[in-house]
T-cell receptor, first 112, second 113 residues
Framework: DVKVTQSSRYLVKRTGEKVFLECVQD?????MFWYRQDPGLGLRLIYF???????EKGDIPEGYSVSREKKERFSLILESASTNQTSMYLC???????????FGSGTQLSVL | KQEVTQIPAALSVPEGENLVLNCSFT??????LQWFRQDPGKGLTSLLL?????REQTSGRLNASLDKSSGRSTLYIAASQPGDSATYLC????????????FGQGTTLQVKP
């Protein structure tokens, strides 16, 4: 079974802090994604990557950056956390873009 | 711009009922449609994926159909159980949105014992 592991289940940070969310997949998937999920707004794509060192902006990239130095790891960076970035963050991966998407368990981030 | 709608937003049924969840999308130019399940506070689990050339997919008590021309998909759950209680989301991969799945808001299902 594919495993997508997010480093933290819950995270509490202060406004202005730099925050790193880590995601690792163990199935040699080409594509990796970061979503955020908010009540009433659903899932929104922040960034995705289809290869090492490649990245594409999603629908809401502002205030975020990403890093993919190795194929199995995709990091989401909040350069200066703000309260409106309090959310559930979900990482996902797939082998090909038109194949099943596998999600991690999510990181509930609270920015105070 | 692709939009995905799921109605109803919430559904409550007694155990044992067969039920149908609906998903509609505005642009029929899609590669595929996926149905996901999400338990509270957890990530999503892919249940079924239907490619644009397919009409349906089945897994156990679940059957998903796709009518691309009308922009509709249904997820049929047979003989529902309390363990089926969760939020069910559909998502489409559009031909014009490379790599970007567009999600519906989900239907929250409660199956009462």
């Amino acid at each position: 079974d594919v495993k997508v592991t997010q480093s933290s289940r819950y995270l509490v940070k202060r406004t202005g802090e730099k925050v790193f969310l880590e995601c690792v997949q163990d199935m040699d998937h080409e594509n990796m994604f970061w979503y955020r999920q908010d009540p009433g707004l659903g899932l929104r794509l922040i960034y995705f990557s289809y290869d090492v060192k490649m990245k594409e902006k999603g629908d809401i990239p502002e205030g975020y950056s990403v890093s993919r130095e190795k194929k199995e790891r995709f990091s989401l960076i909040l350069e200066s956390a703000s309260t409106n970035q309090t959310s559930m963050y979900l990482c996902a991966s797939s082998f090909l873009l038109n194949e099943k998407l596998f999600f991690g368990s999510g990181t509930q981030l609270s920015v105070l | 711009k692709q939009e995905v709608t799921q109605i109803p937003a919430a559904l409550s049924v007694p155990e044992g009922e067969n039920l149908v969840l609906n998903c509609s999308f505005t642009d029929s130019a899609i590669y595929n449609l996926q149905w996901f399940r999400q338990d509270p506070g957890k990530g999503l689990t892919s249940l079924l994926l239907i490619q644009s050339s397919q009409r349906e997919q089945t897994s156990g008590r679940l059957n998903a159909s796709l009518d691309k021309s009308s922009g509709r998909s249904t997820l049929y759950i047979a003989a529902s159980q309390p363990g089926d209680s969760a939020t069910y989301l559909c998502a489409v991969l559009g031909i014009s949105n490379t790599g970007k799945l567009i999600f519906g808001q989900g239907t929250t299902l409660q199956v009462k014992p």
